[in-house]
């Protein structure tokens, strides 16, 4: 009984210490066991914020720098987007602009992936790899600065930062899939979009070896006609404008040489104006059933044959008719033209003749 008494006297301190060891080694945490992995945030570093705070209705431009290519713009004025590099600006391509402008304002982490800068390439993150957007409001200079990297595992966020800060955040958007894209990939394959019922004008030159002045009609009361009042083929007409309201291009020509294209001298084959604007469509030389266009800001495409087939097939000759030219008078026998008095009175008496 001795023997046991002096194993409890014995037992019991060395429980109480070995309890407040692990105590103060979980206080204290001198060996590192309890703390984040290597780079990583603890638990009490913010987990939240906002990675862009404007508002679509705010933003007036986005600036893209990527590694492979040089940075480009996309620029709002008025109602249209533009994506620019230098002085080569085209129409923007609506569904990434949409996704843009849906995803980016007010957007927010869901948490912190690390504070550490040495980490950053992991996160794709460094100089080398990391993609910059730049948030414009109206100033010179940017709302918002974001270094973009790679998607998050489930590709339903991007690791991100702000510019000149080394914590790396979860976006709660796939970012990366929004600036991702190249400055040709931003770029729309139509080069107009118009309501043909806001067209207040359009004029034509003849297709390919057709001849004849180019003609001009302008919407009057509803219906097409020339400045001389003669009267538009309105079928014809209705279904060229329509058909062409929302042309489509095959490919983009960045380098156009004149001798190749034929658009040196070329004037407009066609000319759309209304309310949306004024668009022009330049045809040019053929090429392997597409022709090189020009469009009404300078840029050059390859549109095919079958695309262009309402003008290049357009029955020129039809497009006005003289309503008001004098009707002969064999036109209006034919037509039911009534027999004059005398033939009518013989025609009566040989009636009544037989009648007898």
Not at 12 to 21: A, K, M, R, S
Request: aromatic content about 8%.
């Amino acid at each position: 009984m001795k023997a046991m008494h002096s194993t409890r006297r014995v037992v019991f301190p060395l429980i109480i210490l070995v309890v407040l060891v692990v105590l103060v080694l979980i206080v204290n945490d001198p060996f590192g066991w309890l703390r984040p992995a290597t780079g990583e945030p603890s638990e009490d570093e913010p987990q939240q914020i906002t990675l862009c705070d404007v508002t679509e209705g705010q933003i007036t431009a986005f600036e893209i720098v990527q590694q492979d290519d040089e940075p480009f713009r996309l620029e709002r004025e008025g109602d249209t987007w533009w994506v620019a590099r230098g002085e080569r600006r085209y129409r923007a391509n609506p569904d990434r602009l949409e996704k843009l402008l849906e995803q980016l304002p007010g957007l927010r982490s869901s948490g912190l992936a690390t504070d550490k800068a040495e980490n950053h390439a992991t996160y794709e993150l460094d100089e080398a790899q990391a993609i910059g957007l730049k948030v414009y409001t109206g100033n010179a200079s940017p709302a918002v600065h974001l270094l973009v990297g790679k998607a998050t595992p489930n590709y339903e966020g991007a690791f991100v930062c702000l510019s000149g800060h080394s914590e790396v955040y979860r976006a709660m958007e796939n970012v990366k899939s929004l600036v991702g894209f190249s400055f040709r990939d931003y770029r729309t394959k139509q080069p107009w979009g118009f309501d043909p019922q806001l067209l207040e004008s359009v004029t034509i030159a003849p297709p390919p070896e057709m001849e004849g002045e180019a003609l001009t009609f302008t919407r009057n009361e509803g219906f097409w006609k020339t400045p001389d009042g003669l009267n538009g083929n309105q079928n014809v007409l209705t279904e060229l404008i329509e058909k062409l309201s929302d042309l489509t291009v095959s490919d983009f020509v960045d380098e156009p040489d004149p001798e190749e294209t034929g658009l040196g001298e070329a004037q407009p084959s066609l000319l759309f104006s209304g309310a949306d604007g004024e668009f022009t469509l330049t045809l040019g030389a053929a090429a392997d059933s597409q022709y090189f266009v020009a469009d009404q800001d300078g840029n050059v495409y390859k549109a095919s044959e079958y695309n262009l087939k309402p003008y290049l097939e357009l029955a020129f000759a039809e497009l006005t008719f003289d309503d008001t030219a004098p009707v002969e008078d064999e036109e209006l026998s034919n037509a039911g033209e009534q027999p004059d008095e005398g033939v009518y009175s013989d025609l009566l008496s040989d009636a009544e003749e037989q009648g007898d």
